[in-house]
């Protein structure tokens, strides 16, 4: 999973992207003129994946990733055709957004959350404005030569047009967010977000409170505290957390509120070379989750054995949970559950 980390000048992205990947980037990396943002990748925790390692005692232990880019800058100054593409580039390939929000004042500048949350919603929509209307401009052209082209992309942009042109972000559409025929255009506000407030270390997140535009939930980060507690090892941390009654680290936050924005879980393979984690879509059925770890197996599939986690630790291990009948033999189109540990069989 790729996640674009976002938002107005000044409001302290790359701070958040240091609190979230433990890294020490440099503020403003791409609006500094480097035109390379900064890219981490983030180990995603999981408890059940260290229960499963304790039991198999792999050789290779592998979580799922997530890996955050942080463009720095915001789009406001991107209005010119290559900057506006380079944007674009960089933040096709992102899953979802975060879109960084300053919560407090700031050299002699005073936090307006509020408003810079619709500011930067209307910077995305108009972004995405800029690209429809060149497209169906092209396309007019097009059927005035006498060319077809693809009536139902023409109708999808269409749609879209307007309802851009009315304020609204694409994400709240569903036709059009999932439309085969405008995967391509990498609409930025069609992308799944989560607002993250950054708030000041005296700041209480009671305190602040904004009203978000449909189909967006929001996280409470102290971007700077998180940033510093970060770089220190992970005991030293949690103790600091606890005096001052931060409940869990802000990468563990976002990232299960990414999973839940983005109706994502979580099953496992075992072994005794690797114990892994992957990351598949609620919904997902066993020969397309198989197609995960190889297209082979996903090509040659015959079945799949499949165990629950819980399952698997109250009887303490994979045989003791086939002689009590916990293990199952499932087909196809089974529907993968969250923390299913599943052996795949495949004849290539």
């Given at each position: 999973m790729?996640?674009?980390?976002?938002?107005l000048?000044g409001?302290?992205?790359?701070?958040?992207?240091?609190?979230?990947?433990?890294?020490?980037?440099?503020?403003s990396?791409?609006s500094?003129g480097?035109?390379d943002?900064?890219?981490a990748?983030?180990k995603?925790?999981d408890?059940r994946?260290?229960?499963?390692?304790q039991?198999?005692?792999?050789?290779?232990?592998?979580?799922a990733?997530?890996q955050?880019v942080d463009l720095?800058?915001g789009?406001?100054?991107?209005?010119e055709?290559?900057s506006?593409e380079t944007?674009?580039?960089?933040?096709?390939?992102?899953d979802a957004l975060?879109?960084?929000?300053?919560?407090?004042?700031?050299?002699?500048?005073p936090s307006?959350p509020?408003?810079?949350l619709?500011?930067?919603?209307?910077?995305?929509?108009?972004t995405?404005q800029?690209i429809?209307?060149?497209?169906?401009?092209r396309?007019?052209?097009?059927?005035?030569k006498?060319?077809k082209?693809?009536?139902?992309e023409?109708?999808l942009?269409?749609?879209?047009?307007q309802?851009?042109?009315?304020?609204?972000?694409?994400?709240?559409?569903?036709?059009?967010r999932?439309?085969?025929?405008l995967r391509?255009?990498?609409?930025?506000s069609?992308?799944p977000?989560?607002?993250?407030?950054?708030?000041?270390?005296d700041q209480e997140?009671?305190?602040?409170k904004?009203?978000?535009?449909p189909?967006?939930?929001?996280?409470k980060?102290?971007g700077?505290?998180?940033?510093?507690?970060?770089?220190l090892?992970?005991?030293?941390a949690?103790l600091?957390?606890?005096?001052?009654?931060?409940?869990?680290?802000?990468t563990?936050?976002?990232?299960?509120e990414?999973y839940?924005?983005?109706?994502?879980?979580?099953f496992?393979?075992?072994?005794?070379?690797?114990?892994?984690?992957?990351?598949?879509q609620?919904?997902?059925v066993a020969q397309?989750?198989?197609g995960r770890?190889?297209?082979?197996i996903e090509?040659?599939?015959?079945r799949?054995?499949?165990?629950?986690?819980?399952d698997?630790?109250?009887?303490?291990?994979?045989?003791?949970?086939?002689?009590?009948?916990?293990?199952?033999?499932?087909?196809?189109?089974?529907?993968v559950?969250?923390?299913?540990?599943?052996?795949?069989?495949f004849?290539?």
């Amino acid at each position: 999973m790729e996640i674009g980390i976002v938002g107005l000048s000044g409001a302290g992205k790359t701070t958040i992207f240091n609190a979230l990947t433990g890294s020490e980037a440099e503020v403003s990396a791409y609006s500094g003129g480097k035109k390379d943002p900064n890219i981490a990748q983030v180990k995603v925790p999981d408890t059940r994946l260290q229960r499963l390692s304790q039991m198999y005692k792999p050789k290779k232990t592998s979580p799922a990733i997530i890996q955050y880019v942080d463009l720095g800058g915001g789009l406001a100054s991107g209005k010119e055709k290559d900057s506006v593409e380079t944007i674009l580039r960089l933040l096709r390939p992102c899953d979802a957004l975060v879109h960084v929000v300053r919560c407090f004042d700031f050299a002699g500048q005073p936090s307006r959350p509020q408003q810079d949350l619709e500011d930067f919603e209307a910077e995305l929509l108009l972004t995405d404005q800029m690209i429809v209307e060149k497209r169906l401009e092209r396309m007019e052209k097009e059927l005035k030569k006498g060319k077809k082209g693809n009536p139902r992309e023409f109708e999808l942009l269409k749609k879209a047009y307007q309802f851009l042109d009315s304020g609204r972000a694409l994400r709240e559409d569903e036709e059009i967010r999932s439309a085969p025929e405008l995967r391509g255009y990498t609409f930025l506000s069609a992308k799944p977000c989560i607002v993250v407030l950054n708030l000041g270390e005296d700041q209480e997140p009671e305190g602040i409170k904004v009203k978000l535009p449909p189909g967006v939930v929001a996280v409470k980060i102290k971007g700077a505290l998180e940033m510093e507690l970060s770089q220190l090892p992970a005991d030293e941390a949690e103790l600091f957390r606890k005096d001052m009654g931060i409940e869990e680290p802000a990468t563990h936050l976002l990232i299960r509120e990414s999973y839940n924005l983005l109706g994502l879980i979580s099953f496992f393979t075992v072994g005794e070379d690797e114990v892994k984690a992957w990351t598949v879509q609620r919904g997902t059925v066993a020969q397309k989750a198989a197609g995960r770890i190889h297209s082979d197996i996903e090509r040659g599939f015959i079945r799949a054995e499949v165990v629950a986690f819980e399952d698997l630790i109250l009887a303490g291990s994979y045989h003791a949970a086939q002689k009590a009948g916990k293990v199952r033999l499932e087909g196809k189109d089974y529907v993968v559950q969250d923390g299913d540990v599943i052996n795949f069989r495949f004849n290539v």
